[in-house]
């Protein structure tokens, strides 16, 4: 799967996002080659505290988790972890950067700020993350989900980001409403974040976030 996205035409009103990646068992300038000028990505050795960093990425040994790591910001705001699982066949911390980064900081349909996908990481600290790339994403991203998600685990969700990365000078807006929906009925109490941000290429991609408290 290779996401590539259209220039950036403003800056967003707080700047561009520091992102770290630890640099041990993960290729930075390539992390960093992918995303553009969308964020300004850093190598991180020391993956305690990321200090200058808003948000750190750790790819784990089993290479289909990645941890992520939100500084603190303030005292109602202190560290937090969660360790994202992907159940798709695609890189993990590629997959979850996306997933999390591109919303916020991409040009799109449906936007949506950096400190609304912050709420969602911090609502739990573990995750579920499936992505599919083809011509029904969406379908077939929310099939994945459901087959990796049993219906008695869906009551403990507490936050799901939805995406869908829309190719650009396509339709998208049918394709936000399907999932939508979905995702009310997939986790109907749980705090949501749905967005489109606008890619390169002719293959939409779908993406869905679970986090679980525990």
Known sequence: MTISFPPRYLEKEHGIVAVGVVTENVDVEFVAGIFGDLVDVRPVSDYDGGAGCDVVFRQCENRQEAEVLLPACNSRQPEHRILISLVSPYPALES???????????????????????????????????????GEAVTDTLKLAESVLPKEDRTQISGVMAVV?????????????????????????????????????????????AVFPE
Do not use: Y
Not at 172 to 193: C, H, I, K, Y
């Open 96 to 134: 979850v950067a996306h997933a999390l980064l591109v919303p916020a900081f991409s040009p799109g349909g449906i936007g949506v700020d950096w400190e609304d996908v912050c709420l969602i990481l911090r609502s739990g600290k573990r995750g579920v993350l499936a992505v599919v790339e083809s």
């Open 165 to 209: 990365f829309a190719p650009q000078g396509t339709g998208w807006m049918e394709s936000v409403r399907q999932l939508g929906r979905a995702v009310e009925t997939l986790a109907p109490d749980a705090g949501r974040v749905l967005a489109a941000p606008v890619i390169l290429g002719d293959t939409p991609i779908c993406a869905v976030l």
